[in-house]
């Protein structure tokens, strides 16, 4: 058999190791949608073409910036005849990387606010580390209503004395609630900055944060680089279906 657009035929095996996959992997690929529908020999065997090993070049570029659960839906979306989905996907991806860059500047700009405003001044060596509501909210000049509200949000967790049941709020407390602060008169939502807080947490502190900016900047740039190269390669295999469609219509168009 042999495909009327290309010439070319290409066997499961051929299009697996041309792309340093298990011929299984081809297979579940084209059951997954990712692939396009491949042709059968009498005997039942599939039989691919060269489009099949272009929509195969789109996913695989497409993983690194969408994730292996995105690209596979963009493909399908296009093999569907649903392009504007699988645009709107794509955008989605997009949005979600201009997220996450606005997530590493805010983290930038409230490290560099904690380290030069006057209403955040850092806590002197000399001064007990644990603190009650009272006398942070005056340090932060806010309400203790509002440290409350930051704790029932998870922003703040402080410790209750066993004795009297106050909250006292520790190292790590007075961190996140001046952080929080930061954020909030930056005009960040509390939402919002539940995800930053989280990082500053796992990171251990703000000073270990910090020396990890460089190496979240770079993954940020890596996947903007990814997305580009997917972009590219799906429209690639796009043109060159696109392409093959006005072929297959005009051979089919009956003479003028």
């Known amino acids: 058999m042999q495909n009327l657009q290309t010439g070319a035929r290409l066997r499961p095996v051929d299009l697996a190791r041309g792309h340093g996959l298990s011929t299984q992997a081809v297979r579940n690929y084209e059951d997954a949608g990712i692939l396009p529908a491949a042709d059968r020999t009498p005997a039942g065997y599939r039989v691919y073409t060269p489009r099949h090993a272009r929509a195969l070049r789109a996913f695989l570029a497409l993983v690194p910036g969408h994730g292996h659960q995105v690209a596979a839906a963009i493909l399908r979306a296009v093999h569907d005849g649903a392009v504007g989905e699988a645009y709107r996907l794509i ?8 997220e996450d860059r606005r997530t590493l500047r805010a ?3 409230a490290l560099r606010d904690l380290d030069g405003a006057p209403s955040a001044r850092p806590i002197p060596r000399t001064e007990p580390q644990d603190t009650f509501i009272g006398p942070l909210a005056a340090r932060l000049r806010i309400r203790p209503a509002t440290l409350r509200t930051w704790e029932r949000a998870g922003l703040v967790r402080p410790r209750r004395d066993p004795q009297t049941g106050y909250r006292v709020y520790d190292a790590a407390a ?9 954020l909030r008169r930056g005009g960040y939502l509390l939402e919002q900055i539940v995800p930053l807080i989280e990082q500053v947490r796992t990171a251990g502190g703000l000073e270990p944060l910090a020396a990890t900016l460089d190496e979240w900047q770079g993954r940020l740039t890596a996947r903007g680089r990814a997305l580009l190269a997917g972009a590219a390669a799906l429209e690639a295999y796009l043109a060159s ?16």
């Open 91 to 98: 955008d989605e991806s997009h949005a979600l990387l201009l």
């Open 174 to 182: 007075v961190r996140d609630a001046r952080l929080t602060h930061q």
């Open 107 to 109: 983290v930038e700009d």
């Open 241 to 256: 279906t696109d392409g093959a469609a006005v072929t297959g219509r005009l051979a089919a168009a009956p003479p003028a």
